[in-house]
């Protein structure tokens, strides 16, 4: 569903680009496709400043960043906001395929290793696990994803279907408990899974830019999910902290969670990763190497 729309919302854009160039200013047609390709490019630019520039009054206190570093932060975030929602999402079943699982069972899980589920965040889908899937395979881990749909929806409605997903991973692969790792909301609604369902089918939780504290940008965003995740929200007041492992990586310079102290979870153990985006945490190898290293002192 949310390949079909994102796919007629590029077509759309596209369209209305091409048809200004060639009617409004004369452009030939093959002018009129680099002005479509430009103008997707740089509302995007434009989307990934603004983020910026909202969450610089709340800025964490961590160290500034000198004018290089930044700018490649920044650059880094517009690179992984176009890749992801303009090349990758759009087309998420050219470039996912399904998950390698059916069979495992057989054989036992590779290493001793239990199977991980990876968890995508806010208006999103399991395509967001493009790159880092690939990842974690190569490192000897055997992954499962899910895609959350209706996007928008309260998060709750996400735990049934989260809660099927992880029966039917354990099911194919012969494992008795998983591994949970969730971006942004994702590790929500990892937390929210725990509190209704228990820990008996979960051996640990990783988040990666998750707002645990919510954020005030969550305030421009649509439907109940987004609500839930504003700061002071009563779904986040009584959602309970897990009692299980849980590791917390996130980036002091996220542009989506704001103000950034508001990713720490009390009492989990947490690691900073500086100069990376929201979005850029799902390319990152050194967001890659600490999730693989969490996951090793997890599997226990």
Known sequence: MLARGLRLFLALEVAVYVVLAVYAFDASPADAVLVAVAGVL???????????????????????LSLWPAL????????????????????????????????????GLPGGRPPVLLVHGYGCS????????????????????????????????????????IDAVLAATGGERLLLVGHS?????????LQRCGEVRVGGLVTLGTPHQGS????????????????????????????????????PHDNLVVPQANLKL????????????????????RVAQALLVALEQMRA
């Open 266 to 285: 009390p009492g989990a153990a947490g690691q900073e990763i500086d100069a990376l985006g929201h979005l850029a945490m799902l390319y990152s190898p």
């Open 42 to 64: 740089a509302l995007r630019g434009v989307l990934v400043a603004v983020t910026y520039a909202l969450s610089w009054p709340d800025h964490s206190p961590a160290a500034r």
């Open 216 to 251: 005030r940008l969550a305030h421009l965003g649509f439907g109940e999910s987004a609500r839930q995740m504003q700061p002071g929200s009563t779904w986040l007041r009584t959602l309970a902290k897990p009692t299980l492992a849980t590791r917390v990586i996130y980036t």
């Open 185 to 193: 909301m994702g590790g929500l609604l990892g937390r929210a899974y």
């Open 72 to 107: 490649r932060m920044v650059l880094g975030e517009y690179a992984a906001f176009v890749v992801t929602f303009v090349v990758i999402f759009p087309f998420a079943d050219w470039w996912m395929g399904a998950d390698r699982l059916p069979g495992a069972g057989r054989n």
């Open 126 to 165: 399991r395509a967001s696990w493009w790159w880092m899937r690939r990842r974690l395979q190569a490192a000897g881990w055997m992954v499962a994803t899910i895609s959350l749909e209706p996007v928008y929806t309260s998060i709750d409605d996400y735990v049934e279907p989260l809660a099927r997903r």
